[in-house]
């Protein structure tokens, strides 16, 4: 256990529909990072939250959203779901700043029918 | 902006060496490895610094030639449990927000 929780591990939907990954960071961490992971692009950045504000925006769809909370969880609003909208979603958090890496969650697996 | 890493794939015996690389056309203040096991998600191994020395793991080190851009992974003496893909993940100077971008990855099998 990595200490970052994300929810759900699966998911499977159909296309038009709207889901929300959940990400619960490791315990004194404020930085929350979301990733993409497809078989041919490997991890794309998504979004950057800190301390519930956000401070980076990757190749991010105008459909996807995120939010961080006050209790420092977020949560990515995936909508208008297409079947290239599937793919390994990866929470990770950190301290905040260089020289801390990142831990990673267990991951979210977005299935579009 | 990707970082392009070098090889796409290499296999080993158990016990032999193998370097992974690692290059980017941006100016990098820091470089990170990460290794993904097969469903598993990426676990931090290392983070290089601008200026820093190189750092070490084991038998798992890397450097960071800040001139070139360019980072280097060193496997030695390798064993089974060293598979798995790894990715660099580099953060650009300057730019402040503290995110990394990845490569592609390198996966890595260790046989028997």
């Known amino acids: 256990d990595s200490g970052v929780t994300q929810t759900p591990k699966h998911l499977i939907t159909a296309t038009g529909q709207r889901v929300t990954l959940r990400c619960s960071p490791r315990s004194g961490d404020l930085s929350v990072y979301w990733y993409q992971q497809s078989l041919d692009q490997g991890l794309q950045f998504l979004i950057h939250y800190y301390n519930g504000e956000e401070r980076a925006k990757g190749n991010i769809l105008e459909r996807f959203s995120a939010q961080q909370f006050p209790d420092l969880h977020s949560e990515l609003n995936l909508s208008s779901l297409e079947l290239g909208d599937s793919a390994l979603y990866f929470c990770?958090?950190?301290?905040?700043?260089?020289?801390?890496?990142?831990?990673f969650g267990s991951g979210t697996r977005l299935t579009v029918v | 902006q990707q970082p392009v890493q070098s090889p796409q794939a290499v296999i080993l015996r158990e016990g032999e060496d193998a370097v992974i690389n690692c290059s980017s056309s941006?100016?990098?203040?820091?470089v990170h490895w990460y290794r993904q096991k097969h469903g598993e998600a990426p676990v931090f191994l290392m983070i290089l610094l601008k200026g820093g020395e190189q750092k070490g793991h084991e038998k798992i080190s890397a450097s960071f030639n800040e001139k070139k851009q360019q980072s280097s992974l060193y496997l030695t003496a390798s064993q089974l449990s060293y598979s798995g893909t790894y990715f660099c993940g580099t953060e650009i100077t300057g730019a402040g927000s503290y995110q990394l971008t990845f490569g592609k990855g390198t996966k890595l099998s260790v046989i028997p």
């Open positions: 990770a958090s950190s301290v905040g700043g260089t020289p801390y890496g990142y831990t």
């Open positions: 941006k100016a990098l203040y820091s």
